[in-house]
């Protein structure tokens, strides 16, 4: 066992950090919406922090966390939370979840005091190889790929549903998808984010009829303050409610999927090549989600829990926090702080190039990657006063030996970024981190006609071809293989009860998002909801950090770069959020001040510290 330096805050100073942030919007913060048609009833107050009693949830939309907190309170546990949350974000946040995609599930079960997780991935259809997204021996184009029925995999948001309420759930699927139906039927009030994320889709979304007659109303973008309605939306998840989730899987709506995954409904007068894919009835069916055990490692005394592969989220955080707990970062100057926490993330990336990928088809060390051992003979690369090389090589987790690489270097492969990621826990102490994706924002851009979600384009995770052709890369596609990803919800325990729990969407940035923002609490004291906040880095082992805007024009810049590092600004990293159980026993739910237009942060009965 490790000395702890976690610093712990006051209760004073987290609710001094709640009174600050609740009483006046931060000044940065996106405007708010332009006043709302008599029609539109505005969304509840976004706010986001909040403390109190009988659970919290925080997500990035105030209608989907008020859906969660309705359940809370009317007796419904954590996982009937997170369930009906994330079905009102697949309607106020159609362009990053919804059924037409995937994710996953981590799940503390407070009476067990145990900690369990659904891989919930999309899957490539079984003709699959790895010449998936090649043509004439050449990778297609990434935009074509990400715009096509080839990048679409089978759906693993329905099953996970149904999986976490089967294990965990007290209510019916039925009851917990009413208020998203409502929501998609009556409507939600469209935000800015919302027409932005449209806009940036509009040129393709037109390309395809159905999805440009829901999300382009009238042929236009949605107005700021209007109310957006999905009644096809609101009459598939009835028909999920009735009839239950198979529909998806061997029902109607599974014929449609395949109709469409095959031959993508374009508009015949584009010019658009949507490449179909080879997606069956047999391929949904078959589709089931996994039930697995967590990552897990030890941090200054804590235990924190990920998610396992197919995602390469549990096992990067976990060996970059090994890595990061030889040195006390608590003690570091910041810029001593930030030099760390970038390179650690530099040699998790470089092994998690090597080894990481869907472990039904690979050989994926996740034991030995989270191992001390390894991480101690991958730390002793770190230098006070100088940069690693990017790409740097990878090393081998199963004979660890002190500061020498196993392998060959190979680049960072490409990895889109989107997705959303929710939190929820209740009066009893469950908690759940879900973070659930359609991969791009906007998905494949393709609608399944009449049914009112996006189809994802999750497979173009996959590596289209080695990033290198002399080093072996686990993440090229193969027969109902799942792609790697990074999603990485992570619950950290402190003896056997949860502290906090938190996630992001962002691609691969996931990982260093959640690092930083574990570290950057845990380590460096700050309040979650500042953690989230602050300003992020990201290094992927590649030659350049990215850094937003508010470290790029700091000081800390400048001192970075004398030690060697180098930079590119990234306007806008991640969209987290996160609960932590407070030492007074409260509930904290934090999100973003100003990310994506900032989240939303609710608790069943807000109340100050006793
Ligand atoms: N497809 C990405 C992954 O699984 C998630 C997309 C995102 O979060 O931005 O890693």
Known sequence: MRRTTVRRLSVWAVAAAVASVGATPPPSAAPAPAPSPATAKPPPAKTPV????????????????????????????????????????GVTEPYSAGIGGGGYFVHYDAKSRTVRTIDGRETAPRSADKSLFLEDGKPIPFEQAVTSGLGVGAPGTPATWRAALDKWGSESLRTLLKPAEKLARDGFTVDPTFRTQTQANEARFRDFPDTAELFLPGGELPVVGSRFKNPDLARTYRELGREGVDELYRGDLARDIVRTVRKPPVDPKSQRVARPGDLTAKDLRAYDVLGQA????????????????????GTSVGEALNILERTDLSAASQTAYLHRFIESSRIAFADRGRWLGDPAFEDVPTRELLSQRFADSRECLIKDDAVLTSPLAPADPRNPTACKAGGKAAPTTFEGENTTHLTAADKWGNVVAYTLTIESTG?????????GFLLNNELTDFSFAPASPAVHDPNLPGPGKRPRSSISPTIVLENGRPLLALGSPGGATIITTVLQTLTGHLDRGLPLVDAIAAPRASQRNQATTELEPGLWNSPERARLEALGHAFRQNPEI?????????????WLAAAEKVRRGGGSAMVVRPAGPR
């Open 50 to 89: 909040a403390a109190g009693y009988g659970g919290a949830v925080a997500s990035v939309d105030a209608d989907a966390s008020a859906a969660g907190i309705e359940v809370l309170r009317n007796g419904g546990n954590a996982v009937d939370a997170a369930v009906a949350t994330a079905a009102a974000l």
């Open 294 to 313: 967590p990552t897990k490692v030890s941090y200054r005394g804590l235990d924190v829990y990920g998610i396992a592969p197919s995602s390469s989220g």
């Open 574 to 586: 991640g969209a987290t959020t996160g609960v932590q159980r407070l030492p007074d026993g409260r």
């Open 443 to 451: 998905g494949s851009g393709i609608t399944v006609p009449g049914r």
